[in-house]
């Protein structure tokens, strides 16, 4: 099957936008340029500069043009998370364990549709105060199904991974995005206790040391935003 001639010219551009010939801030190729280098009528010259911004790749100002957008990708940079307990005590509480079979969640984490996951839904408090509601879908195999009968179990669900079958999830390499939005789900809003406002909200793939890179947990995060920060480093420069 052909590959859509927009596509392959998004596949060339994506390469000179990771390989170093364009930086960020740069001006980008206008719509003519893209007609005359790769022979493509104005329509699909428009459509590769639609796609390419909504990958956050370029950004187009009115009457300046196209330019590499500022915003870092895969970029190399030392990551922190801050601890913003400010000093009062931090608790988990397990709200639920169990197993599904949730068609989504299996096809996210790349299970057969016939397969079963282990499904981990806590909160974390900070003082009195609950600053985070995470779910964490987790592989079977990966967990000692004689501890299911106990929720105190999975306090740490590392902590359960690495006691039950010797591996060390922090060591493991993985995916995050975080964005901000908004809690839709009011069984989750009740635990924050607060109308709904926005909310930090992270969603992690955590990948199996395999050649086919099979997916160990699928996790996704609601948080406070005043409990939560980020510190990053990088010995590249940066922007603003």
Not at 13 to 38: A, M, P, T, V, W
Not at 135 to 157: E, Q
Not at 190 to 200: A, E, I, P
Request: overall charge positive; aromatic content about 10%.
């Amino acid at each position: 099957m052909s590959v859509p001639k927009y596509k392959e010219i998004i596949d060339v551009l994506n390469e000179e936008l990771g390989g170093g010939k364009l930086h960020q801030g740069d001006k980008f190729y206008s719509e003519s340029e893209i007609c005359s280098r790769f022979n493509v009528s104005s329509t699909t010259a428009v459509k590769v500069l639609n796609v390419l911004q909504q990958q956050n790749k370029v950004t187009r100002i009115k009457g300046k043009g196209t330019f590499v957008a500022k915003e870092n990708h895969k970029s190399v940079v030392l990551y922190t998370d801050l601890n913003m307990s400010n000093g009062h005590s931090e608790g988990v509480k397990v709200l639920n364990v169990e197993i599904k079979d949730d068609k989504t969640v299996l096809k996210k984490m790349g299970l057969h549709s016939s397969d079963k996951y282990l499904k981990v839904t806590r909160i974390r408090c900070i003082g009195e105060k609950t600053s985070q509601y995470s779910v964490s879908n987790i592989r079977l195999d990966y967990i000692d199904k004689n501890k299911l009968d106990d929720d105190s179990n999975f306090d740490s669900v590392y902590s359960r991974i690495k006691e039950d079958v010797g591996l060390d999830p922090y060591k493991l390499p993985y995916t995050q995005k975080t964005t901000i939005s908004k809690v839709k789900d009011s069984n989750i809003l009740n635990y924050f206790n607060r109308t709904n406002n926005l909310y930090v909200y992270q969603e992690r793939l955590t990948y199996l040391p395999t050649v086919d890179s099979s997916i160990l947990e699928y996790a996704y995060t609601y948080k406070l935003p005043e409990f939560w920060g980020m510190e990053t480093e990088s010995v590249f420069g940066g922007n603003i």
